[in-house]
């Protein structure tokens, strides 16, 4: 049951199911981490072993097993990115969650960045939820 804390990478990353069932959700542009949504189009599930998602470098999103399953995938992204003019090579860096609201807050106070993850992970809990349930009304 176990799912990543929102995040983004600063290049494309695939992810590929090799067991058990997961799900991917992808946050709405501009939204920030304290203030995002969620919609049914935005969660994918994976159902079996070799489903596979893009996600496109920096977006903000969390992947992971269903609540009460097992899930295991394999994650490729670049470890390195270029500059527009390809002259300049930089390792492409990870943004997490905790840094992203001590960012969008101005606040580094861990307990307060720990109340603001608590209830982004009840967010996210509640829109897997409430797709699997439309799922199984359909």
């Not at 799912?3 to 946050?27: C, R």
């Not at 049914?40 to 470098?57: A, H, K, R, V």
């Not at 399953?69 to 905790?98: C, G, L, P, V």
Request: hydrophobic fraction near 35%.
């Amino acid at each position: 049951g176990a799912l990543t804390t929102l995040h983004y990478h600063e290049s494309d990353q695939i992810l590929i199911a090799t067991k058990g069932k997961g799900v991917v959700g992808l946050i709405k542009e501009g939204m920030g981490v304290t203030k995002f949504e969620i919609g049914d189009t935005d969660i994918t599930f994976f159902e079996s072993e070799g489903d596979t998602i893009c996600i496109p470098s920096n977006k903000l999103h969390f992947h992971g097993a269903i609540r009460g399953e097992n899930f295991s995938h394999i994650a490729i992204r670049k470890m390195y990115k270029t500059d527009n003019t390809a002259e300049t090579i930089k390792r492409a860096e990870n943004k997490w969650e905790y840094d992203l609201i001590s960012e969008e807050t101005g606040n580094n106070d861990p307990q307060e960045i720990e109340k603001i993850a608590t209830e982004i992970a009840k967010k996210v809990q509640i829109a897997i939820s409430k797709k699997l349930e439309n799922i199984k009304q359909e």
